[in-house]
C-alpha cells in the first residue's frame, strides 16, 4: 500500500493512522483482536469509513475486549446490528464474535493471540492466509495481508522514503528480522 505514503499524510483521518500505527508492532490482545476485526469491517468498504466509525465500533465492541466480545449472546448482536453508529453487517458482527472465542482458546494453546503469531513467524503470506482461513472466521487474503502489514509481520506498510519507515524501522518489527526473500510468494 505504498500510494498510502503518499495520500494519508496531512489527512485527519488517514494521518494519524498511517503516521503513529500503520506498520508498528504491538502485541496487546485487545489491540490485536481490534485490529483484526477493523480489516473485517473493511472488506467491501472504504477504509475512511472504517476509520470514521472506529470510535463507536470501539465502545460497541467495549474496547475489544476479548473476554466480554467472546461472551456475547443474542441480545448482544441484536444491539450491535442496531447500532447505526457502526458497520452492521450481521455476517461480520457473528464473524468477530466467534473470533474473539478462538482467541481465547489461543491462550491455552499458543500463551494469547500475540504468540500465536509470534509461534507462526517467519511465513510467507500464502501461508499465513491458509492459516488465518482455518484458524479464524471471514479472513481472506486482503484482510490477513492488511493485518499482518498493520503489525509489521508482513513488509510493504511503508515506502523506506516515507517518514513513517524511519519510525518504523527503529522498532525492528518482525518481517525486518527475516530475509525479505523469505516473503516472496
Given amino acids: 500500500m505504498n500510494w498510502y505514503c503518499d495520500s494519508a499524510p496531512g489527512h485527519p483521518l488517514h494521518g494519524p493512522y498511517h503516521d503513529d500505527e500503520y506498520g508498528l508492532p504491538r502485541d496487546g490482545e485487545d489491540v490485536l483482536f481490534e485490529l483484526l476485526s477493523l480489516e473485517i469491517f473493511q472488506a467491501g468498504l472504504s477504509w475512511e469509513l472504517v476509520l470514521k466509525k472506529r470510535p463507536a465500533m470501539f465502545k460497541a465492541f467495549h474496547g475489544f475486549d476479548v473476554d ?40 491455552d494453546s ?16 500464502s501461508g499465513w492466509v ?27 506498510a511503508h515506502r523506506e522514503d516515507c517518514p513513517a519507515y524511519k519510525r518504523v524501522k527503529k522498532l525492528r518489527p518482525p518481517w525486518m528480522r527475516v530475509a525479505r526473500s523469505l516473503y516472496d510468494d
Avoid: C, W
Avoid at 472466521?137 to 486482503?142: A, D, S
Fill in 68 to 107: 466480554k466480545v467472546a461472551a456475547y449472546g443474542a441480545k448482544d448482536t441484536k444491539r450491535l446490528l442496531g447500532d447505526a453508529g457502526i458497520i452492521r453487517n450481521r455476517l461480520k458482527v457473528a464473524s468477530i464474535i466467534e473470533n474473539a472465542k478462538r482467541i481465547q482458546a489461543m491462550r
Fill in 130 to 156: 491458509k492459516l488465518f482461513k482455518i484458524t479464524f472466521k471471514f479472513t481472506g487474503g486482503e484482510i490477513v495481508n492488511e493485518f499482518l502489514m498493520s503489525l509489521g509481520y508482513l513488509p510493504g
Fill in 110 to 125: 499458543h500463551g494469547g493471540f500475540a504468540g500465536f503469531l509470534a509461534t507462526h513467524h517467519p511465513m510467507p503470506k
